[in-house]
């Protein structure tokens, strides 16, 4: 079993900045990607960004260029980092990992237990 504990939300003003993280733990050969999605009030799951390998990144249209994601492989950790935060990003933000939990095995997509972000005035 793999377990992720979330960190890092909270509430913002228009334009600030929140830094999230989601470290893994448990039983983990090897992390696939790793990412984060989102779900606004009356919206459905998306995806926000994610990092495949700890190198290629892909990012919703909507954050380009004010989020970036990276990745600790040390610390099985992904962070989100939130610049130029709007009311629209408003949302609870959810971790995502692909793992094998031993050479040869299937691919499990495990999520985390969401963290609120809320930009307000």
């Known amino acids: 079993q793999v377990q992720l504990v979330e960190s890092g939300g909270g509430l913002v003003q228009p334009g600030g900045s929140l830094r999230l993280s989601c470290a893994a733990s448990?039983?983990?050969?090897?992390?696939?990607?790793m990412g984060w999605y989102r779900q606004g009030p009356g919206k459905e799951r998306e995806l926000v960004a994610h990092i495949i390998s700890g190198v290629n990144t892909n990012y919703a249209d909507s954050v380009k260029g004010r989020f970036t994601i990276s990745r600790d492989n040390a610390k099985d950790t992904v962070y989100l980092q939130m610049n130029s935060l709007k009311p629209e990003d408003t949302a609870v933000y959810y971790c995502n990992v692909l793992v094998m939990t031993s050479p040869g095995s299937p691919t499990f997509s495990y999520w985390g237990q969401g963290t609120q972000v809320t930009v307000s005035s």
């Open positions: 448990g039983r983990i050969f090897s992390i696939n990607a």
